[in-house]
T-cell receptor, first 113, second 113 residues
């Protein structure tokens, strides 16, 4: 079963624009991670935000986490054609002995040159 | 630093045939994961190893799937016999510890005819 749900399912923007993707989840988490997947480099970890953090930055990436709303957002600023990929949020739960990273279905981002 | 290595990259077999996938994790990573990814979906965990122990295999279809991680390093995932519905990408990942970011290999794309 997949806990995280990304929104939108697909997003198409022009180079230089910002891209925002959202993720909603259902149960409490320890951390939330964002991954990118394209045909060239496979699945790559982008950023991890812990449940006690509200915002985190890495280069052109900005991630927010609202545990009260069980939601997260990923902002990519000044997008480039190379950012074209699928973006997945993944929630890490450690309930009982079940340490598990659960992925959503992803947002397909297309950045047009 | 070498990444997670998987082989083969592609495999085409007929149904009812056996197939095996191999994974070499990043050196020093004690935790190893096997995921299954269907088209348009996020990865789904099949099994997680801590060193040589399979600590979470609850999602592994044990009637036809098996896995092993000898000496706590390399791992093999086997399907016997394969069914049409097993066509997917099989991803291997590793991490230093369970709650950390995961590093993924390029995956094996399996096609069952």
């Amino acid at each position: 079963s997949q806990q995280g749900e990304e929104d939108p399912q697909a997003l198409s923007i022009q180079e230089g624009e910002n891209a925002t993707m959202n993720c909603s989840y259902k149960t409490s988490i320890n951390n939330l991670q964002w991954y990118r997947q394209n045909s060239g480099r496979g699945l790559v970890h982008l950023i991890l935000i812990r449940s006690n953090e509200r915002e985190k930055h890495s280069g052109r990436l900005r991630v927010t986490l609202d545990t009260s709303k069980k939601s997260s957002s990923l902002l990519i600023t000044a997008s480039r054609a190379a950012d074209t990929a699928s973006y997945f949020c993944a929630t890490f739960n450690s309930g009982g002995s079940n340490y598990k990273l659960t992925f959503g279905k992803g947002t397909l981002l297309t950045v047009n040159p | 630093e070498a990444g997670v290595v998987q082989s083969p990259r592609y495999k085409i077999i007929e149904k009812k045939q056996p197939v095996a996938f191999w994974c070499n994790p990043i050196s020093g990573h004690n935790t190893l994961y096997w995921y299954l990814q269907n088209l348009g979906q996020g990865p789904e965990l099949l099994i997680r190893y801590e060193n040589e122990e399979a600590v979470d295999d609850s999602q592994l279809p044990k009637d036809r799937f098996s896995a092993e991680r000898l000496k706590g390093v390399d791992s093999t995932l086997k399907i016997q016999p394969a069914e049409l519905g097993d066509s997917a990408v099989y991803l291997c990942a590793s991490s230093l510890e369970t709650h950390n970011e995961q590093f993924f290999g390029p995956g094996t794309r399996l096609t069952v005819l």
